[in-house]
């Protein structure tokens, strides 16, 4: 039904600037067949055994990687902040687990906003392609309401997992509307808007709402939806992870009460802005409803980076370029790296603005700098969580460093994920030219991390904050998570 619909609807539908007469009109999908309640549909329907072997894999290590990076960032200062104003500002309310802090519990909607913000606050959460970081806007509100379900009802590990899935699909699919979306982003930052949508599918999957109520809950989760890229390498910026986690859960309790918003929010409407709002190039197209035939999840062809250090993705690629160079400054400088014996820094990276910062001065803007990564790296051969203390920032060896770079953006090294790459040149003061190119960083899809360094990277940032045995006890959860009747074993993990 939906591929005859597709050809002879569609192009009214979708072609920008069609005036619609009124025969078109008459041609609108029935309320059945429009994409928002395909997606309604897809939400409602789908069923753990729609998970493969290979989807259940890949998101247990997201869920792996997602708790360390949010553990980790529980003892950040823009997370102290957001605990606080939250248990300032409303009052206090005793049901879902907060990363880190074993004895505070909050409201549903404000665990989910203090666990997202704990999830980005350094950047170190994972990144999909087309661009945003899925997990950090799902898992939060997914733990806040498994949190908040009876004890003797909690989900299932499979529901759970299902939840988390079907939070991450929604994100790709809609993403996958619009080209533009391909690209690292200029205007918005994409995690407060498909992230939104993604939270708001898998909270409505949790709590088993019907077809039009996961629709209503998608409608209102577009109208929670957005953030401009000026806060991209601010403090704010994991507020838009947390609000992502937060609003979408809010959206589909409240559908979940019979609160209704437009049924053809995701389609093409002329005239009037739905999710369009969001692309330029918006075209929608139906979901297809899982079928026992099997159901394909795009996690399953398009498969997740995770980052190595906690910085913004483009950082991965300049920074393996600068740590190829710093073995051979290794050698010129017999065992050191000193700024002294270089003349100049060249970088061959993509046009991005929001990511080009020459000195940085915060530790968020240094999250979001070509230069500081290669620098950084240059000196140490590495970047590391350590890379952005204070001191780490301001050490004059950097800031000399730094006063030597130049920057080049190369035509062919396009602002996107999928075929960006990074190169850096060293100009020796005796004139002798350093290069090092890095095309696929460790962590990215093309070269994924193995499930041990994944696991090294976990036990890291968890055991941050947790004792060692609860460490390796989460790590084995996670691990059994699609075995278990109850995922309270995870839950109590982690308060
Ligand atoms: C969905 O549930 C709501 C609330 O219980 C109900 O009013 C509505 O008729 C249901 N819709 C469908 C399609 O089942
Ligand atoms: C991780 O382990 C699973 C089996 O437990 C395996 O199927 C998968 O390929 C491994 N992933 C990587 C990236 O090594």
Redesign the pocket.
């Known amino acids: 039904l939906f591929s005859v619909l597709q050809k002879t609807i569609r192009p009214v539908w979708a072609v920008r600037g069609v005036h619609m007469s009124a025969v078109e009109v008459m041609k609108r999908p029935a309320p059945e067949d429009t994409v928002t309640a395909s997606f309604g549909r897809f939400i409602s329907e789908v069923k753990p055994r729609h998970l493969s072997s290979v989807v259940l894999q890949r998101s247990k290590r997201m869920l792996l990687d997602s708790i360390g990076v949010g553990l980790i960032g529980s003892t950040t200062e823009v997370f102290e902040l957001a605990l606080q104003h939250c248990q300032h500002m409303y009052a206090p309310d005793d049901i879902s687990f907060v990363y880190g802090r074993k004895d505070t519990r909050l409201s549903p909607t404000l665990a989910a906003f203090v666990n997202g913000v704990a999830t980005h606050s350094m950047d170190f959460d994972d990144t999909w392609h087309p661009a945003t970081h899925p997990s950090g806007a799902v898992l939060p509100a997914v733990f806040a309401l498994s949190d908040m379900m009876p004890a003797n009802n909690k989900p299932s590990g499979l529901d759970f997992l299902l939840a988390f899935n079907v939070g991450i699909e929604i994100q790709g699919r809609l993403m996958r509307f619009s080209n533009e979306a391909q690209n690292i982003p200029k205007r918005f930052h994409p995690p407060s808007v498909v992230g939104t949508m993604g939270s708001a599918a898998a909270c409505a999957r949790l709590l088993s709402?019907?077809?039009?109520?996961c629709s209503h809950a998608l409608a209102i989760a577009a109208s929670l939806s957005g953030a401009p890229m000026a806060n991209a390498a601010t403090q704010s910026k994991p507020l838009h992870i947390a609000n992502a986690a937060r609003l979408g859960l809010e959206a589909a309790l409240l559908a979940s009460r019979?609160l209704e918003a437009s049924p053809l929010v995701l389609d093409e409407v002329a005239g009037v802005a739905g999710f369009n709002a969001f692309y330029e190039d918006y075209i929608p197209r139906p979901l297809e409803s899982p079928s026992d035939g099997g159901c394909m999840f795009l996690l399953e062809e398009q498969d997740m980076a995770f980052k190595r250090f906690p910085a913004h993705l483009g950082m991965h690629w300049v920074a393996d370029a600068a740590a190829l160079v710093h073995k051979l400054l290794v050698g010129v400088g017999s065992g050191t790296v000193s700024p002294a014996h270089v003349q100049e820094i060249l970088l061959r990276v993509p046009h991005s603005k929001y990511i080009n910062r020459p000195f940085p001065e915060s530790e968020h803007q240094a999250r979001h700098s070509f230069q500081f990564n290669a620098c950084s790296a240059l000196l140490d051969g590495e970047v590391t969580v350590q890379s952005f203390t204070p001191s780490a920032i301001r050490r004059p060896d950097l800031l000399e460093m730094l006063s030597r770079v130049r920057v080049e953006h190369p035509h062919d090294n396009q602002a996107n994920f999928n075929c960006m790459y990074g190169e850096v040149q060293v100009t020796l003061v005796g004139g002798d030219i350093l290069k090092g190119r890095c095309d696929t960083f460790y962590g990215h899809w093309r070269n994924p991390l193995t499930n041990e360094s994944l696991r090294k990277k976990f036990r890291n940032n968890a055991g941050a904050v947790l004792h060692s045995d609860n460490v390796e006890q989460l790590i084995e959860v996670v691990e059994d998570l699609d075995r278990l009747e109850d995922c309270t074993p995870l839950l109590s993990q982690l308060q």
């Open positions: 709402l019907n077809e039009s109520q019979g």
